[in-house]
């Protein structure tokens, strides 16, 4: 069975600092990998995927992430974080035998002022 | 041009009793999902569909049923409710793409 793996479940970082949010996944999953943004009280929006082509994905709102084979890595990581990025983040891989997703466990980011 | 849709957005119910959330997209999507959301562990599947009159069983199937009449609706039943039940439920719709556009979530709570 595969599985995902997000190794912080908190991230307490200062505004305007980098941030690095870790997420693993099983060498058995698909190589379609996702990160998800759930701000408080609200359902989940996708941030940005990973589907084939070049290794390394961009958001619109400045984070992207680095699809790793070798490592089995798809860590989220943002220069400089605002207020606003205070969110729980969910890293997700599709399961192309059922079409549904695999979630990790979340990595809650605070980003304090 | 209203995404997806869940009803209700938070109920209380007594150990034993029914319900049925229903979730409703106008995005013409042919996969539906049902998960729940429990704090530390994430989304699990709880059911899905690939299409119109199709259902299938995730990671926690026990003690829900679905049902997808309709192509835009996918039903969560919860025949008998036990305190396990309690969580948020979010249901998602997708098309070939593979991404998966969530409901806002209904938070359950089983007394």
């Known amino acids: 069975a595969q599985s995902v793996t997000q190794l912080d479940s908190q991230v307490p970082v200062f505004e305007e600092a980098p941030v690095e949010l870790r997420c693993n996944y099983s060498s058995s999953v698909s190589v379609y990998l996702f990160w998800y943004v759930q701000y408080p009280n609200q359902g989940l929006q996708l941030l940005l995927k990973y589907l084939s082509g070049s290794t390394l994905v961009e958001s619109i709102n400045g984070f992207e992430a680095e699809f790793n084979k070798s490592q089995t890595s798809f860590h989220l990581r943002k220069p400089s974080v605002h207020i606003s990025d205070t969110a729980e983040y969910f890293c997700?891989?599709?399961?192309?035998?059922?079409?549904?997703?695999?979630f990790g466990s979340g990595t809650r980011l605070q980003v304090q002022p | 041009n209203a995404g997806v849709t869940q009803t209700p957005k938070f109920r209380v119910l007594k150990t034993g009793q029914s319900m049925t959330l229903l979730c409703a997209q106008d995005m013409n999507h042919e996969y539906m999902y049902w998960y729940r959301q429990d704090p530390g562990m994430g989304l699990r599947l709880i059911h899905y569909s690939v299409g119109e009159g199709t259902t299938a069983k995730g990671e926690v199937p026990d003690g829900y049923n679905v049902s997808r009449l309709k192509k835009q609706n996918f039903l969560l039943g919860l025949e008998s409710a036990a305190p396990s039940q309690t969580s948020v439920y979010f249901c998602?719709?997708?098309?070939?793409?593979?991404?998966?556009?969530f409901g806002p979530g209904t938070r359950l709570l089983v007394l």
């Open positions: 998602a719709s997708s098309d070939d793409s593979e991404t998966q556009y």
């Open positions: 997700a891989a599709v399961d192309t035998g059922r079409r549904a997703l695999t």
